[in-house]
């Protein structure tokens, strides 16, 4: 089984920055891809940025150029830095783990969700 610990979300006006943390622990052999998903009220669940294991990252178009995704290997840890927030990017911020446990089995956890609003 494997767990996922958030942090760092908040409220920030418009142009401010926050910084989530994800770090997963459990039965963990290995980790292919981190990444950070979005929901805000009354929309679908969005990828909003991952990296897998090459180190290549992907960003939703609209993030792209202010958010920054990256990854502690050593402390099975994903940041995602955001930059000049929008109003737009208010939604609740999950991160996703996919892998394999040490019993051989992949996974794909997600963590609670951590809040974070942009308002004036």
């Known amino acids: 089984q494997v767990q996922l610990a958030e942090s760092g979300g908040g409220q920030v006006q418009p142009g401010g920055s926050l910084r989530l943390t994800c770090t997963a622990s459990?039965?963990?052999?290995?980790?292919?891809?981190m990444g950070w998903h979005r929901q805000a009220p009354g929309k679908e669940r969005e990828l909003v940025a991952r990296i897998i294991a090459d180190g290549t990252t992907n960003y939703l178009d609209s993030v792209k150029g202010r958010f920054t995704v990256s990854r502690d290997n050593g402390k099975n840890t994903v940041y995602l830095q955001m930059n000049n927030l929008e109003p737009e990017d208010t939604a609740v911020y999950y991160c996703?783990?996919?892998?394999?446990?040490?019993?051989?089995?992949?996974?794909?956890?997600w963590g609670q969700g951590t809040q974070v609003s942009v308002s004036s």
């Open positions: 996703n783990v996919l892998g394999m446990t040490k019993q051989l089995r992949s996974f794909s956890s």
């Open positions: 459990g039965s963990i052999f290995t980790i292919a891809g």
